[in-house]
């Protein structure tokens, strides 16, 4: 379910000078073990906060989010905790050259970047929204008081029609978002954002604890931290008297749709949810499904996908039985895992040697309190209790979150609610971002132009004003 972002903000230069900053576009060559890689990373700057994305054309991956980026005395230093990766480097008096090293898990290579000079070619996004809008923007800021150093930063627009207005709060899904949940070029958020204003809806989007222009610590926080981040989007909005306190709505895009149900299970502030690929089920049974899916459609033998489910499922079982005694799981998942090994054929003893080559940083990966948390926790505890509206859709084509597994389940729990005002829909051919999609694999996202389909777009805000009248 990773979807992963940054905060794209202008240039704020102050003093620095073009030779002595970091931002820009930087690419190198990274040697790995049986691999040459070519990775970029484009640095942006508000002031003196800087924020940073990574491509790795090779892979096919763009626009990959990074949780932390830092320049000091010459040195900048990008963070991205949800691929265990950190890159240091030195920039050179020109600015042009910049000698460093890339870190990911155990593993340390030599990276050297050079600037990247004139203007990076433009992705073909045409849903983004340009300036000026036809409704009003406002940069705002407010506290959790349940998370001590927490202060979410984010943009509330609202329609130029006097108010007092309805309001969605938008979440975002796994991984450190920002505002626009932006991820392979495309920005979800700003796109929906943009829609529902559009159509007398005011909107709040904000960027993750720890993320942008948010504070707090992103990389030990589980759902239930952020929903208690998206609570405090509920507090903030009832302050304000351009908001009609009686219609404040969540709307949460996979994790996100986990936590909007958390909130207004507990809240009567919260007048209407809205689940966008939420899921209805544990994290356990996602991630299994979700591994097959994907796997199916990049065309693994079936044999491969069996095995994988397999040792995933061990995995995840020791993971769960031992508790917080993790020196206890990481032990035991090793010794499960070559005992496997030895009923398996040379090659598929090679390819599990490659894999647990790469255990440390798997393991650190899945003994984080946020996967934890995911993989035990059962949606329909919160489901079970929400007795306000609530619409769920899924694509028929998402391979992370599938519409199959978790529609039927949401329902079941809103029946057993008792809630008699819900709707719930499979729209066709869409993939996890509610893109248009051939496939549904995250291969084709940022390949794809569209950003979110026009039609989930008005499935969205049909109901919406159907709730609101």
Known sequence: MKVLTVLMVCLGLGYMSSAQSPVGDWEGTLEVPGAKLKIVFHVTADGDTYSATMDSPDQGAMGLATSSTTFEDGKLTITATQLGMTYEGALDPGGAQMKGVFKQGPGAFPLNLTRVKGEPAKLDRPQEPQKPYPYKEEEVKYDNPKAEG??????????????????????????????????????????????????????????????????????????????????????????????????????????????????????????????????????????????????????????????????????????????????????????????????????????????????????????????????????????????????????SKDLQVDAEQNLPAIEKALKKAGNKNYEIKSLPNMNHLFQSSDTGSPTEYAKLTETFSPIALNTISNWLKDQLK
């Not at 989007?205 to 992103?218: E, I, P």
């Not at 397999?310 to 508790?323: I, M, P």
């Open 150 to 395: 927490v202060t979410l930063a984010g943009t509330l627009t609202l329609p130029n029609t006097s108010g007092p207005h309805p309001v969605v709060v938008l979440i975002s899904g796994s991984g450190p978002q920002n505002r626009d949940e932006e991820l392979l070029g495309h920005k979800p958020f700003l796109v929906l954002a943009d829609h529902l204003t559009r159509q007398g809806i005011a909107v709040l989007r904000y960027d993750d604890r720890g993320v942008a222009k948010s504070t707090g610590d992103f990389g030990t926080a589980t759902s239930a931290d952020f929903a208690t981040d998206a609570e405090a989007a509920v507090t903030y909005l009832k302050t304000r008297k351009d908001i009609d306190a009686s219609k404040i709505g969540l709307m949460g895009h996979s994790e996100g749709g986990l936590i909007a149900p958390m909130v207004a299970a507990e809240s009567d502030d919260v007048a209407f949810i809205v689940l966008l690929a939420g899921t209805g089920v544990s994290g356990t049974e996602i991630l299994l499904l979700q591994q097959e899916l994907i796997a199916k459609a990049s065309l693994v033998p079936d044999n491969v996908i069996a095995l994988n489910r397999k040792l995933n499922k061990r995995t995840f079982e020791l993971l769960k039985e031992h508790g917080d005694d993790l020196p206890k799981a990481k032990e035991e998942i090793k010794k499960y895992m070559n005992q496997e090994k030895e009923r398996l054929s040379d090659a598929d003893k090679a390819a599990l040697d490659a894999s647990m080559g790469q255990f440390d940083q798997t393991f650190q990966q899945i003994s984080s309190p946020w996967f934890r948390f995911f993989l035990t926790y059962d949606p329909a505890s919160s489901l079970e209790k929400v007795s306000c509206p609530v619409l769920a859709i899924n694509g």
